[in-house]
């Protein structure tokens, strides 16, 4: 299913309503965030015979993307990974692991090597990074899967106040898959809990609902393939209370894996 919600002015501006109504942009501090998430069928190289099953989910990300560098120059990517690291924008990466030499950047300037083993939601931040339109300079952050929740919500709650204190506006993307246990054929085969959890973590991503992010229970994500959690939790550190509006682009689930895309503003 794909979902389109309209938007009253463009990530990164306040909409200034009475006589003379207008458009101002946002100086400084943290933007907005856009959710997406990461197969790497997203890359049209690697998509194959899967290109058209997936085209609707690449249109959605690159929208989400391109808004986002709309609003801000400057991103962190956050993802879920084996263990808790940090990338500045001179890293260089490559989908070579994943079956094309893709070569990928966070659009610094002094990098040279490619890290062969890049963790998949960098490599796809920094691909959907350059897809963009305009100069966008990114860094990332992995989140280790085993992240406690309060470990998630404290690095959420630093990270805003390192965007805050930025001179330039920064804009976070986060990506994150759901449960990859929705169908018979999916990864982790079908589990018969997954669809109703991953339907409420749908209406919670979509609404912006913090305290449903926040009470995720790593054993049970773990369980049902939930691979986001950590991502999504601090996401919720990050944003401290309720988004001020969220837009929907694309929830679905095509290979058994569930993948969201939208945007959450302040």
Sequence with gaps: MRVGIARPAPLGECLVTGPGTRRLPLLGVFTAAALVSCPPLLIPQLAGAAALETADLR????????????????????????????????????????????????????????????????LIGGWLRGACPGEVVADGLVVASDAAPEQCADMGADLRKQLDADAEPHGVLVVADGANTLTAKAPGAFDERAPQVQAALDGALGAGDLEYLRQLDPAQCESLGIEGRAAWQVLAGLFGEAPGRTTTLYQGAPFGVAYHVGTWLP
């Design 59 to 122: 249109e959605a990300s690159t929208q989400v993307a391109a808004r986002l560098a709309e609003s801000a120059g400057r991103w962190t990517i956050v993802g879920v990974g084996a263990g808790d690291r940090r990338f500045g924008p001179d890293t260089l990466g490559s989908f070579v692991g994943f079956g094309a030499d893709v070569r990928v950047g966070l659009g610094g300037r002094g990098g040279t090597a490619v890290d062969p083993d890049l963790p998949l939601p960098i």
